[in-house]
């Protein structure tokens, strides 16, 4: 699950569930979007959820969301949110999933199992710093270390 970005270029996100469907994994992608409307649709596995699916309580009352949710109950959830949005934590509560993790939070330390502790590279002004800055994605960094600490775990 993650919020998508104002121009709902989300290449990565792509990347990353194709990465882990060719490691013979089941893979359900939750995105968010602040926009009331969106460029792009919910299909079987991709669920896109925008303003125009959230009540005033800021819950999701997307058709595909809710059958998700109801239909699937998941090995694993992975929020890769970099900042909270209230309708992605009102799915996080719901879903039904044996661990659910994302970045450290006070608010989210209740709702997830696995908590990691990130913090954004330090990038200077310099050309080679702007361009460091511009390649950091923050959102593949926070699934990289998700994954590798869950190796981890697995392998003890």
Known sequence: MFESDW?????DMQE??????????KVSVCQYTDKKGTSQSSLDNF?????NDVDFW?????????????EDEFDLVIDL?????????????????????????ELMKKIYDFQI???????DDSEEGMAAREA?????????????????????
């Open 7 to 11: 121009l709902e270029q989300n290449y």
């Open 16 to 25: 990353l569930a194709d990465e882990w469907r060719k490691e013979g994994k």
């Open 47 to 51: 669920v896109v959820i925008d303003q």
């Open 58 to 70: 800021g819950r999701t009352t997307s058709i595909a969301a809710r059958r998700m949710l109801d």
């Open 81 to 105: 949110t970099t900042t909270q949005r209230r309708p992605l934590i009102y799915l996080l509560i719901e879903v039904k999933a044996k661990m659910k993790c994302g970045r450290k939070s």
């Open 117 to 123: 502790d990130i913090k954004n590279p330090e990038f």
């Open 136 to 156: 950091y994605n923050e959102r593949k960094e926070l699934a990289d270390q998700i994954v590798k600490y869950l190796k981890i775990i697995q392998k003890s």
